[in-house]
């Protein structure tokens, strides 16, 4: 089957076609690690993850690369300038009383622990900003032979009035900038929308981070380590192309305008955009102090599941509304789930066939623009349908390849001989009328983490989540 997935560039749900059969490339911008990844930037990696296993199942091979960016990105960003402010890592790195090195280390460790706590799937590499330096000097060389940049006191710049389309993607213009206007742009800059490709090492003094270019010491300006990191590792056209709506306005028209002008080739066939997670209905952020990561959540005893579970209840172009509340529904519908695979009497080696109609239905809701939702709400039906429980439990373990709640772990799950042993004195108390030692003993199962429910005639154990 074919994914059907919204692209941000035609404002169109369309078939992804990849340029080479059988073969999916795809980028993902990932963390600037100055700090730790919240819940937000996760939904946005999720949203990656969900489309890479939903090519995989459909029999795809996806080479996909996600980066780290390590190096240059200004917080003038947040007022809609990349190119204004101070670098995030030089500020998080005396903030801290650290080096940038030590910095991008311990954010950069912390991040691969949630990413794999999240179980997202791994792309081929995380390529680091500071591995590519020599490749982005060699791009902007590219682009200053084919005359699209300018040097002023700061930096060498992109001048975008030589790239006819720009503003196709989001329609961020210089005409829209100078309307709302947040930050005073860079008056030697040409046009407002012009973006920094090197910047210069402030005059009199040195950074944690500087190289030798053609142009004088500095640093890489943030938009331009996409464009060559996807150059390197993907080649010059891409299918598809992720990130959060945030990126859309100003990074990703960067990324275009520059990847497309120095090769003359179009950049990315689709565009991929997640939308915003709202935390109790508002706006959420480190201002806010509602940025949340997945430490916060564990440290209030949710399952990283849990989160993975929760963003499944949204439709990522949707804004999807974080609460306490909605993420523990999100544990409790997990954990039911968890125990009914649980207690399904099959052995992992006596699985059955897969239900084709179910499998079927499953597929048309991811490939339908990764309406999880949906295929959520498919695993229930499943869960809840008439079928033999080979059949079901065979055809979970294919729906988990895109889930990925880890089933197998659970199938085949064996109640300990004494949890057995105490529920089957348990039954003969209650057959005879005791009740006081038949709750006793039920209690005592419970405590163990196991439950006993009775159906007319019989009991059955189930682990508990
Ligand atoms: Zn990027």
């Not at 940049?149 to 503003?167: M, P």
């Not at 499998?359 to 959520?376: G, T, Y």
């Not at 009740?435 to 199962?445: H, S, T, Y």
């Not at 429910?453 to 019989?458: F, I, K, P």
Request: aromatic share 12%.
């Amino acid at each position: 089957m074919a994914l059907s997935l919204y692209n941000s560039l035609t404002k169109q749900v369309q078939e992804v076609q990849p340029l080479d059969l059988g073969v999916v490339r795809m980028y993902a911008c990932g963390p600037t690690v100055y700090s730790y990844a919240h819940i937000g930037n996760f939904r946005t990696f999720a949203l990656s993850d969900f489309i890479v296993r939903t090519l995989k199942f459909n029999g795809y091979q996806v080479k996909f690369i996600m980066n780290i960016t390590d190096v240059g990105h200004l917080t003038g960003d947040n007022q809609g300038d990349a190119d204004t402010g101070e670098d995030r890592l030089e500020l998080s790195a005396s903030r801290e009383g650290k080096s940038v090195k030590d910095i991008v280390s311990f954010y950069t460790k912390q991040f691969m622990t949630d990413y794999e706590k999240l179980n997202l799937i791994k792309p081929e590499k995380f390529t680091q900003a500071t591995q590519y330096i020599k490749e982005q000097i060699d791009l902007i060389r590219r682009l200053k032979e084919k005359g699209y940049t300018y040097q002023i006191e700061d930096g060498v710049y992109f001048d975008t009035s030589k790239f006819k389309d720009y503003g196709h993607l989001s329609g961020f213009t210089e005409e829209t900038i100078k309307e709302g206007a947040r930050v005073e742009p860079n008056p030697q800059k040409k046009h407002p929308v012009d973006f920094a490709l090197w910047k210069f090492s402030p005059p009199y003094s040195t950074r944690w981070q500087e190289w030798e270019s053609p142009w004088g010491i500095g640093y890489p300006g943030w938009h331009v380590e996409c464009s060559a990191m996807i150059f390197k590792e993907l080649g010059e056209q891409i299918d598809i192309h992720v990130g959060g709506e945030d990126h859309k306005t100003i990074h990703h028209q960067n990324e275009i305008a520059q990847s497309e002008s120095a090769s003359g080739k179009k950049f990315s066939q689709f565009w991929a955009h997640c939308t915003f997670l709202q935390v109790d209905g508002g706006k959420m952020g480190k201002s806010e102090g509602n940025a949340y990561t997945l430490l916060d959540l564990e440290s209030k005893r949710y399952l990283p599941a849990a989160l993975r579970y929760f963003y499944m209840t949204g439709h990522y172009r949707k804004p999807l509304n974080f609460t306490w509340e909605a993420l523990g529904n999100a544990q409790n519908s997990l954990k039911r789930l968890f125990e009914a695979v649980s207690a399904y009497n099959v052995s992992k080696d006596s699985t059955g066939r897969v239900s084709d109609d179910y499998v079927q239905k499953f597929e048309r809701s991811i490939n339908d623009d990764i309406n999880m939702p949906k295929a959520l709400s498919v695993t229930w039906d499943l869960v809840k349908s008439d079928l033999q429980e080979d059949v079901k439990v065979a055809t979970l373990l294919k729906l988990d390849e895109v889930l990925g709640f880890g089933f197998d772990s659970l199938i085949g799950f064996e109640i300990p001989k004494e949890v057995g042993d105490l529920a089957r004195t348990r039954w003969e108390y209650k057959k005879v009328g005791i009740w006081d030692k038949a709750d006793f003993i039920r209690r005592e199962v419970d405590k163990m983490g196991f439950s006993i429910e009775d159906s007319d005639g019989g009991y059955k154990v189930k682990k508990r989540f």
